[in-house]
């Protein structure tokens, strides 16, 4: 087991051009058993905008926040703290679940979606990962062969760039890299969702706090965390919803004429020993939060 | 309100090669207030395979079987009853609902899928049905431009065929005549989702019984059925299972080593006034059962 | 007959990086009967640089600028006066050439290239067009179709995209709408190329001087001038190079590490009625120099 | 050097069903200095149809077949005796040519072509085969790797297929890996072009004599031989006609509505020591005809 505290703060700030503006956020930490949730504030600067907060998946602890805005400058800040308590496992001990006993909610993640084509991949990935050792072992395999052969890059893709593109291509950003390891599992039967969350700055330069995309592959009954773009140190990522991939889970979907700015994202990691909250590092143990 | 009985055998056949061979069958009719099963049978041939039926879907009344067969012959064979319940509206009447009143389930069927690409349809989709009158009218002028630009021909795609694929080539079989329409819908934010179903057998020559993928779209806060197909007769369709495309909802999913019949499907549409069971027709008004 | 005199002048400025950059220019007027280039000029500021000027072909006085350029800064200056003789006609007398009567040197040009994918465009040009009047109307209809289904947007495309993203997505520049129209021409059998050039620059807003990318079709033995993306006015421009597609007639094909600035293009019409001289202006004849 | 004498056989038989029918044939053998074709006869089995034969290529001495057949029967049969002279050398002797001293009509098959999109594999192939040591060896290791990660299985491609998809898939036919093979030499700037040929028929059940695709790479100032496919002895390979990739050089291309019988092929090897004629052998030595 290994705890972390993670201080968060997410500002989105907007144009709203014209009347009439859905918001769709997804800026809510997910709030389960293995990460918990406390001292929440959400605040919305247009105060006669009609916003809710709902259960995406209340499984999941996942929450969406719908809002119809006005004209005019928006700001939506969100801030929490948020406790995750990784379950740590040696990768050897961890076995994949044979098809026929995934649970029927799991087994959906091994079919093909909009930007995970594992239908055209079975090839491929049977003859590159077909014969390696069953388990997180493989798993791991795949998130080190697509880290190891796609370069990132900054806005070397777009919102349709799909696995099959970074496969040709071979550059991305983490959204793809994720996209890519998420395909090739499920072409060898592992079901792999895509995380959204953020990414607690490892280092300031390279990677400073941000949103972030990530996978997770069902292993021994639990859903394991992977981040095949190795921009990120796992133990440090706060999930705020899963889905198949990209289309499911973008932080924001925008319906109207909306400016948006970059967003602002900060988290920071409460070291304290006392409370037995550790400093997120890397780790060859395997960690899953649910 | 309009009243169908229909009587449903359904037959697949395949030779297990080697042990271990995993079935997840969808071949159960839906069982929902709109769409009632009676008089269910299930026969598995290998007596000594394991199997259960499990819902895959409690809320929409879908079932999905489970079967671990052997190796040898392996027939699977589903009879039933089905009373379909149509609530049937004037067309004119049925309104869309805007996003921002969509129901969080529905909203994600709005998104694209592996087979619907709804992302890169949106100039083409707002130019060619931005303009037109929103409700059913519009649903369905979608679904008569896809089933007017778009020819039948059997074999004319494979499994990784998708909605692009059949805008580019002009040519299909239901399973892409659906996912085009689906597509379509969603890139003017219609929420659409695909029907796996069969189609009663209008004419012996021209359609007899068979398997058949159909759309339902979103509105007035109901699932309307369109068949841009235009090759059943919308009354005499039944619902196996419903999903975001065809990835969600094969009728048959396997894995292991296994050779496939042709599935044999039979359905006939009781007719009996004093019941109220009425015979399938072609009708002008909106159809739903959900 | 119209005779139009143009004064051109090419800049390209870049800086080379590291030893060894190897550049293949295409800028040179294509000097033909039907346009014949006067008082040319070229200047290359690298006076240690090795450079020579080939035909890339003698039959359509193309030519090719190749050049070896050291570190630093690289300035490419070409001018020129190039007097094209417009052969006019009236488009109803405009025949098709039949399949059995192609010059095998044309024939190659009905085949789908990279960008230009006919071969799976057969169904919805045959849908679309197949029915028309053949003859220079036809090809008319076509680049009509596609100047009034596609959206001009700058930056909207990169150098992969192909004209079956075009015919999807629906937006593009001159390059897109040239591929689009070519697949389309190809596949009704109408031999299509593309043709890199500039645009003397019609409105100083709206359509600056610049590189521009159109369509040359096939017909009555000759090859006739279509403008697609309609920012041009068809008697202004000016040939540089033709090909099946964009692979084949990049104005710079660079081989090194090179930054690249924006080229810089002016292009003067000369009216003098007493030469014969016109001002380029848009008409409903059909238009060929060669 | 390598001589080898073939007895080829072609015979192609159609059913034309309307008037109107125009055939193009790639069915001569090249003949040129490497490749001497001597006692060669053609037959149309309509003595009414018009048919002539020209050079598509004077240079490569590469020959086309216009024929406009009636309705009915049709039988084209060519025969010829076929000498090839190989260039032989030590492959480590084989040196690339640089971009800069590659001749202009050389230059165009660094360009990606319809089924041969290098300008999306840039990255895999510099990754992948960048680092190589330059020369004949490195088009082999491009030739090895295809032939090892993709599987020969027949009808497991569609016309349409391209590099792309068979670098996804991992399937084709021998028109695929040369296809992949010749995108992947342009993505490192090797020239590369298509062959359709025939294979001899090494073995009669694994590889009859048949039409045959491979591959030409431009080294060393000749075009070296190479069958990524793996099923030919590439010394027993005969040439019909060479472009950029398959888009180029069918065999047959049929305008008008024609029902086509599998076409028959006979090749044999003359091995006849005292003329100098050995038998096709697999060799380790880099081949060349041209």
């Given at each position: 087991m290994a705890m972390i505290r993670l201080q968060l703060k997410i500002e989105l700030e907007y144009t709203v051009l014209e009347p009439g503006a859905d918001f769709f956020f997804c800026i809510h930490a997910a709030n389960t058993p293995g990460q918990t949730v406390s001292h929440e504030f959400l605040t919305v600067s247009q105060t006669q905008a009609y916003w809710e907060t709902q259960y995406r998946s209340q499984n999941l602890g996942e929450r969406c926040l719908r809002l119809e805005a006005l004209p005019g400058h928006l700001l939506v800040s969100y801030q929490a703290t948020v406790d995750i308590c990784h379950h740590v496992t040696d990768p050897a001990l961890v076995a994949e679940v044979p098809v026929r006993q995934l649970p029927l909610d799991v087994l959906h993640y091994i079919y093909p979606s909009r930007y995970c084509q594992s239908d055209r991949l079975y090839n491929f990935a049977v003859s590159q990962f077909g014969h390696l050792l069953q388990g997180h072992v493989r798993a791991q395999a795949i998130c080190d062969w697509v880290e190891s052969h796609v370069s990132y890059r900054h806005?070397?893709?777009?919102?349709?760039?799909s696995a099959l593109d970074t496969l040709i291509e071979r550059v991305g950003v983490c959204r793809d890299f994720a996209h890519l390891m998420i395909a090739l599992c499920r072409a060898v039967n592992l079901p792999a969702r895509f995380v959204t969350g953020t990414n607690y700055g490892s280092s300031p330069h390279l990677s400073p706090p941000d949103f972030h995309a990530y996978v997770e592959v069902y292993l021994g009954h639990r859903w394991y965390l992977f981040d095949p773009s190795g921009t990120a140190i796992p133990m440090g990522m706060m999930r705020l919803a899963t889905g198949r991939d990209a289309a499911d889970v973008a932080f924001a979907t925008i319906f109207g004429s909306v400016m948006s700015e970059q967003p602002r994202v900060e988290v920071h990691a409460i070291e304290d020993r006392a409370h037995g909250w550790e400093h997120p590092t890397h780790t060859s143990m395997a960690l899953s939060t649910s």
């Open positions: 806005n070397s893709s777009v919102g349709t760039t």
